[in-house]
């Protein structure tokens, strides 16, 4: 071998090898950011944050969404219905109305609702509400620790050593000067309904709310179901037993009443399956139909109508109440020497209590059909004062119109509601539904729950079995809609909640577990969770989630915690972000005041505590401006301060350190804006923002924002650019199997 050829060699195999080499380095990925350049910011200039708060008078409410309390004062959605009504009808019902009031320190809510109202979480009806199946996190103060008993974060201890706690800790030291303490074995409002005679009965617990009930509902005249103790129906109870288990407030089954003239006979129309068989008799209480006092015989049309003959014959259509009556034999009422009726069933217990009310008709003798109050006897014998005296036998009717309806508060210990659905749904709008009792499996197909759906009447949201349209226009879904087109009527309105069954736990020490709480990550032995567990979780809900103001800092509190930095730690954590204050009624007075502002700066640990401090301090009270909040940061970012908007802000306070600086303004809100006449959005030149396709020019004046801190100027008067188009033309081949298609504009001559 020559040493010309292995020269050549030698440096062939040089060059491969130094390609090889430098492959690493030809190769190297390059790191295109995805963040546009015009906003990403200079490496060493940390971004602002501007949060506002929104610190209207909703924000202390105890709801949510504002349907859930349907009469509250300026709520957004007026038009919403109650669950169930009480003695007093529409004109104030109380079932799911926590009574939240509008006054001089803005909104208050002092009055308990029902279980629909306490019944929280996803699955419940009332987002803010308490949920059991949810763990509730402590709040947390800038140096990341518990506000109540750190490092454990438990309120009460384990074991449990108190049931006192905060009513709310961020109204305590150092955050407020309101120190109220709450027991929650003592002081826990709910709602008790009485029925006009000094009996009262509590949701699923005896009359002290101190033990949980079990017995028997009922479906229709004609079917019942076991419940468990704590479990309830959310719907029209057409027993005449008080001692049967039923929803609270109470109220009969539900019809349309319809009887066209010159007819006397009146069609009833309900949406459950009603129950009754031809010659049963029945109660009714609507008005410009029947007497209320009478027990007429009614015939059996189907399942879900029945007739009756009435004393008029006026054209009617009213919705109304009805319930069976029982129909008692020969026998069965006696009177003796005084004006006591004895009455007497051997076939069917009553299930009356003594003063349980009741209206008799159809019973021969003097006074004897009367509306009054009973005594029991025993379970199948109850007695009643008649309106006259005189020995008398006789067959007769009676049913219990003395309804448990009489609502008013009560305070006792800590419950929790859970809603047990028994429809489950082949689609997820809820609308063609079976019905299926709790421990039973729902058909094939039928897989989604239904906790709350919303009808179109409030017979369909409180009928007991299943409401079900497998097509059409569906009664309830799973949506609320208050809306609906004023010509078409289409999509109906869906106001009307409906539950399933409530389940309710009494949360005291005798009560040693909790089930049915799988994800509940404090206990040790989800899902089974211990009193000191629960009534801790209970405890830290109370204090820092019960309202919209307080899941707000409880959330915001904890989230915050991963921006502080400290430069000057062991080991050191740089700041990330610049971050300040604002509350939506800072400016109220004319000028924005310290206590609801606080400057943008580096969020360290100084900052962040001062940002803590001021931030947990804010209370809630009037209207909505959020345009105005919006419009007065953007005054910030401009440098327009201590003037207009901003007027209080000193000029020193410019957030502004580079014209590539990046700046954001968090607005956080529970609802719609209001009051847009009192709290005008203005520009920096004083123009009012309402027109949003008008030109800069007549918006902001020549010049959109002038920095002379940073030298850059923001934009000027308005542009125009003309864009001329050029001629173009387009063609259109079919593609046939696996031939080619041949375009002539674009690729001439080429193939496709």
């Known amino acids: 071998m020559s040493s010309r050829k292995s020269l050549a060699k030698r440096l062939v195999l040089y060059g491969v090898l130094g390609c090889m080499a430098s492959q690493t380095a030809l190769a190297a990925v390059t790191d295109i950011s995805s963040i546009p350049l015009a906003t990403s910011g200079g490496a060493n200039i940390l971004p602002n944050l501007l949060f506002d708060l929104d610190d209207s008078g909703s924000m202390q409410w105890d709801f949510m969404p504002d349907y859930v309390s349907p009469n509250t004062v300026a709520s957004a959605l007026p038009q919403s219905k109650p669950c169930m009504f009480d003695s007093s009808n529409a004109t104030n019902p109380t079932s799911c109305s926590s009574g939240c009031t509008f006054g001089g320190s803005g909104f208050v809510c002092t009055a308990a609702g029902g279980p629909p109202y306490q019944a929280g979480g996803a699955n419940g009806f009332n987002g803010v509400a308490y949920d059991p199946n949810f763990y509730y996190r402590p709040g947390l103060g800038s140096n990341g620790q518990p506000l109540i008993n750190p490092p454990s974060g438990l309120p009460l201890g384990n074991p449990v050593t108190t049931t006192l706690v905060a009513d709310d800790i961020y109204f305590h030291a150092p955050f407020g000067a309101s120190v109220t303490n709450v027991d929650l074995a003592t002081q826990i409002g709910e709602l008790q309904y009485c029925n006009g005679n000094g009996v009262c009965k509590r949701n699923g617990a005896d009359s002290a709310g101190a033990n949980l009930v ?130 007497t069933d051997l076939s069917t217990p009553h299930g009356l209590v003594t003063s349980d009310v009741i209206t008799t008709a159809n019973v021969t003798g003097t006074g004897m059909n009367v509306t009054a109050a009973v005594t029991k006897v025993d379970n199948n014998t109850f007695t009643y004062p008649s309106g006259s005296t005189g020995a008398q036998t006789s067959s007769g009717s009676w049913v ?226 959020l345009q105005q909040a919006l419009a007065r940061a953007g005054w910030i970012y401009a440098g327009k301060l201590n003037t207009g908007l901003t007027t209080g802000i000193p000029a020193a306070d410019d957030p502004i350190l580079a014209a590539c600086q990046r700046n954001f303004t968090l607005l956080t809100t529970d609802g719609y804006w209001n009051q847009l006449a009192s709290y005008l959005p203005q520009t920096p030149a004083a123009r009012t923002i309402g027109n949003l396709d008008a030109s800069p020019s007549s918006l902001l004046g020549s010049t959109l924002v002038d920095r002379p801190q940073t030298v850059t100027l923001d934009g000027s008067g308005s542009s125009s650019t003309t864009v001329t188009p050029i001629s173009s033309s387009s063609e259109q081949k079919i593609c046939q199997g696996n031939n080619n298609v041949v375009f002539v504009q674009g690729n001439p001559g080429g193939t496709v």
């Open 214 to 343: 079990s017995g028997t509902a009922f479906d229709s005249a004609s079917t019942s179901n076991a419940m468990p103790a704590g479990q309830f129906p959310y719907r029209t109870n057409p027993a005449n037993a008080s001692t049967a288990i039923f929803g609270l407030p109470e109220m009969m089954s539900i019809g349309t009443f319809v009887r066209t003239s010159p007819s006397t006979t009146v069609t009833v129309t309900t949406v459950e399956s009603h129950g009754l068989v031809t010659n049963d008799q029945i109660y009714t209480a609507t008005t410009n139909v029947t007497a209320a006092s009478s027990c007429t015989t009614i015939t059996k049309v189907d399942n879900n109508n029945f007739t009756y003959t009435s004393s008029l014959s006026t054209s009617q259509n009213p919705s109304g109440s009805y319930r069976k009556c029982a129909k008692l034999g020969v026998g069965t009422f006696v009177r003796g020497a005084t004006s006591t009726v004895t009455v």
């Open 400 to 625: 219990r119109t003395g309804l448990y309806n009489v609502g008013s508060s009560v305070t006792g210990t800590a419950n929790a509601y859970a809603v047990v659905p028994v429809e489950y749904c082949s689609d997820g709008n809820l609308t063609n539904c079976a019905y299926v009792l709790p421990g039973n499996t729902p058909p094939a197909g039928f897989t989604f729950p239904a906790y709350v759906r919303f009808c179109q009447t409030q017979a369909q949201a409180l009928a007991p079995g299943a409401v079900s349209d497998s097509s059409g226009t569906p009664r309830c879904r799973s949506k609320y809609n208050e809306t609906t087109d004023l010509v078409t009527g289409v999509p109906p309105k869906y106001l009307y909640a409906r539950h399933g069954w409530f389940k309710r736990d009494i949360i005291k020490a005798a009560v040693g577990s909790y089930t049915n709480r799988p994800n509940r990550a404090d206990c040790l032995g989800a899902p089974t969770c211990t009193y000191a567990e629960e009534i801790n979780n209970y405890a830290r809900w109370y204090t820092y989630y019960r309202t919209r103001l307080q899941m707000m800092k409880t959330s915001v509190g904890t989230s915050f915690l991963s921006f502080i930095g400290n430069p000057t730690g062991t080991p050191p954590k740089p700041n990330s972000l610049r971050i300040g204050l604002i509350t939506m009624h800072a400016q109220d007075s004319g000028s924005v005041i310290p206590a609801k502002y606080l400057k943008i700066s580096d969020f360290n640990t100084t900052q962040a505590s001062n940002f803590y401090t001021k931030f947990y301090t804010q209370t809630a009270g009037s209207f909505t401006p």
